[in-house]
């Protein structure tokens, strides 16, 4: 059974930092593209970075460049996003995606409210 279990999220005051985790089971995860996408309220689901498969390459929204880093963890099949300097508009539900050929996985998704 394919699973992907975010944990992490939470209530971080602007400049705080969080670091969002990703655990993968059920599918080889050493293959996968692995990216973080949100989505806040009344808002399209957005890309917001993506690492690929031996973590030699990344990229990131423009909106996170520079404050937010992804790495993975092939042994522990675990990646993650490490977010610095949060700001209220990086507010929402943050979700891990696995994509590779044609599969393409989803997790449930952590809140992350960045407010004082």
């Known amino acids: 059974q394919v699973q992907l279990v975010e944990s992490g999220g939470g209530l971080v005051q602007p400049g705080g930092s969080l670091r969002l985790s990703c655990v993968a089971s059920?599918?080889?995860?050493?293959?996968?593209?692995l990216r973080w996408y949100r989505q806040a309220p009344g808002k399209e689901r957005e890309l917001v970075a993506g690492?690929?498969?031996?973590?030699?390459?990344?990229n990131y929204a423009d909106s996170v460049k520079g404050r937010f880093t992804i790495s993975r963890d092939n042994a522990k099949n675990t990646v993650y996003l490490q977010m610095n300097s949060l700001k209220p508009e990086d507010t929402a539900v943050y979700y891990c995606?696995?994509?590779?050929?044609?599969?393409?996985?989803w997790g449930q998704g952590t809140q992350v409210t960045v407010s004082s």
């Open positions: 059920g599918f080889t995860f050493s293959s996968y593209v």
């Open positions: 690492i690929s498969y031996n973590g030699a390459s990344t």
């Open positions: 995606n696995a994509v590779w050929l044609g599969s393409r996985y």
